[in-house]
């Protein structure tokens, strides 16, 4: 007995498959969220996590910044550039080299961003709503999957 040409056809999907799919369909409407909220603030998403890898990694360099938002030094010259318009970055030189621009948030943009972190790390609706034992439960599954892609 089959059940029809399109169902035979096609692979049968895993559960890892499946569940991957779950997680990236959340993560797609998070990006929306993230949008919207970089948005409230006016600034744009790259300016977002400029600001996010300053403030968890202190004073750094452009090249260094560059690295972190996995973009080019050129790139990162521009986003800087607005965030330091607003009173948010500062450039200075580098005690070690003078050549070296090391950027530093002020403490304006040590206080944006704090603000903007606490707005993204509230869970999403979709998530709040699980049970407590679900919510651990998705924690402790996702942990193990970071912990195995760090390896």
Known sequence: MTTGTASASR???????EAWEQLMQLLQGQRRRFMAIAQEFELA???VMAMKALGLHG???????AG??????????????????RGL???GSAPHDRRVKLL?????????????????SEPPPSIAALSAADQRALRDI????????SR
């Open 45 to 47: 998403p790259q300016q």
């Open 68 to 85: 972190a938002l996995d973009c080019d030094t050129s790139n990162v010259t521009g986003i800087v550039d607005r965030l330091e318009e």
């Open 142 to 149: 996702l942990r193990r999957g970071a912990e195995r892609a």
């Open 104 to 120: 530093s948030l002020t403490d304006r943009g040590a206080s944006l961003g704090k603000e903007i972190g606490t707005r993204l």
């Open 59 to 65: 004073p750094m360099p452009m090249s260094e910044l």
């Open 11 to 17: 692979p049968r999907r895993t559960v890892a498959a």
């Open 89 to 91: 970055v500062v450039r």
